[in-house]
Antibody, heavy 121, light 111 residues
Framework: EVQLVQSGAEIKKPGESLKISCKGS????????IGWVRQMPGKGLEWMGM????????RYSPSFQGQVTISADKSISTAYLQWSSLKASGTAIYFC??????????????WGQGTMVTVSS | QSALTQPASVAGSPGQSITMSCTGT?????????VSWYQKHPGKAPKLMIY???KRPSGVSNRFSGSKSGNTASLTISGLQAEDEADYYC???????????FGGGTKLTVL
């Protein structure tokens, strides 16, 4: 079964760092882009960026460039999303996702269960 | 402000058909046949319903169909069922630095 399993919920204070993970299984992890999507409380889906684990080609939405870092370790089939200094506005659910076919950017049929990040003092 | 514009809400009665729109530009929706639609229930991960404008993933009901004209894509749901009540998001490949853009979402209410 193809699946993405994300790390558990986090509660952090503003200014703290955080790295959440997304582990793929059931397919060749290196050959598919992994995208990250944010959903803030009561709001819509927002595209954050993506990484191609095969060569670590990484692309960011302009809205998130410089705010987060996307990385991957293909040897353990895991992608990461990290913050060096969280802000209260970082409170959201973060989803990772894989496209239905390798080149179908935007067409994500495999999703992680989401990681809830709460940033509060 | 989302790159793709969707109506905030649509509603229909069970058994009816509804169509929701997604308007972009020639740099995203109009320029590529790479529009997707997602169904999102509260507390669940998004579910891919349509990709590449008209294709349905395996397991998605044929009551869901997609189309595109110019810079506007549409999702049609026929034979509305209570379980279709959810938020729906369109998504498109976008030229330039963004790569992927989402619409703001449409809340579907089944009356």
């Amino acid at each position: 079964e193809v699946q993405l399993v994300q790390s558990g919920a986090e509660i952090k204070k503003p200014g703290e760092s955080l790295k959440i993970s997304c582990k793929g299984s059931g397919y060749t992890f290196a050959r598919y882009w992994i995208g990250w999507v944010r959903q803030m409380p009561g709001k819509g889906l927002e595209w954050m960026g993506m990484i191609y684990p095969g060569d670590s080609d990484t692309r960011y939405s302009p809205s998130f460039q410089g705010q987060v870092t996307i990385s991957a370790d293909k040897s353990i089939s895991t992608a990461y999303l990290q913050w060096s200094s969280l802000k209260a506005s970082g409170t959201a659910i973060y989803f990772c996702a894989r496209p239905i076919v390798a080149a179908a950017l935007g067409a994500f049929d495999i999703w992680g269960q989401g990681t809830m990040v709460t940033v509060s003092s | 402000q989302s790159a793709l514009t969707q109506p905030a809400s649509v509603a229909g009665s069970p058994g009816q058909s509804i169509t929701m729109s997604c308007t972009g530009t020639s740099s995203n929706v109009g320029g590529y046949n790479l529009v997707s639609w997602y169904q999102k229930h509260p507390g669940k991960a998004p579910k891919l319903m349509i990709y590449e404008v008209t294709k349905r993933p395996s397991g998605v009901s044929n009551r869901f169909s997609g189309s595109k004209s110019g810079n506007t894509a549409s999702l049609t749901i026929s034979g509305l069922q209570a379980e279709d009540e959810a938020d729906y998001y369109c998504c498109s490949y976008a030229a330039g630095s963004t790569d992927v853009v989402f619409g703001g979402g449409t809340k579907l209410t089944v009356l």
